[in-house]
C-alpha cells in the first residue's frame, strides 16, 4: 500500500508564496500519478494540480494557472506544489493524492481516479 504525507503548509500574507511537498512511501513513485486537491472552508474539495506518471503531463484548475505549479521528483519519492501569489481565496487544507488505478499518457483531474490520499496541510492566506 502506499502512503503519502504532505508537508509546506502554513500561514502567509497575500501575494506571498508557498510549497507544498507530498512524499510518497510504498510503491514505486515513478508509477503513481500524482494530483493536489483542496478544500476550503464551506466547500467542496476540488482539483487543483495534477501530473501524470509516464509523460509528464500535467494540468491546473483555471483559479491557479501562472501561479502554481507541480512537478515530481522521483529520485525522492516526492511530488512539489509551488504556489506564488497567493491570494485570500487560496485558503484551504491541501490534499496529495496518488493513483496507480490508469494509465501513463496525462494527469487525472478526478477525485474517483485517485486511490491514495494523503492527510492534508493546511493552507492559510491571510489579507
Known amino acids: 500500500q502506499v502512503q503519502l504525507v504532505e508537508s509546506g503548509g502554513g500561514l502567509v500574507q497575500a501575494g506571498g508564496s508557498l510549497r507544498l511537498s507530498c512524499v510518497a512511501l510504498?510503491?514505486?513513485?515513478?508509477?503513481?500519478?500524482m494530483g493536489w486537491f483542496r478544500q476550503a472552508p464551506g466547500k467542496e474539495r476540488e482539483f487543483v494540480a495534477g501530473?501524470?506518471?509516464?509523460?509528464?503531463?500535467?494540468g491546473y484548475v483555471d483559479s491557479v494557472k501562472g501561479r502554481v505549479t507541480i512537478s515530481r521528483d522521483n529520485a525522492k519519492n516526492t511530488a512539489y506544489l509551488q504556489m506564488n501569489s497567493l491570494k485570500p481565496e487560496d485558503t484551504a487544507d491541501y490534499y496529495c493524492?496518488?493513483?496507480?488505478?490508469?494509465?501513463?499518457?496525462?494527469?487525472?483531474?478526478?477525485?474517483?481516479?485517485?486511490?491514495?490520499w494523503g492527510q492534508g496541510t493546511q493552507v492559510t492566506v491571510s489579507s
Open positions: 493524492a496518488a493513483s496507480t488505478q490508469y494509465g501513463s499518457a496525462r494527469y487525472l483531474s478526478g477525485m474517483s481516479e485517485y486511490n491514495y
Open positions: 510504498g510503491r514505486a513513485f515513478s508509477r503513481y500519478a
Open positions: 501530473i501524470s506518471w509516464g509523460t509528464g503531463s500535467t
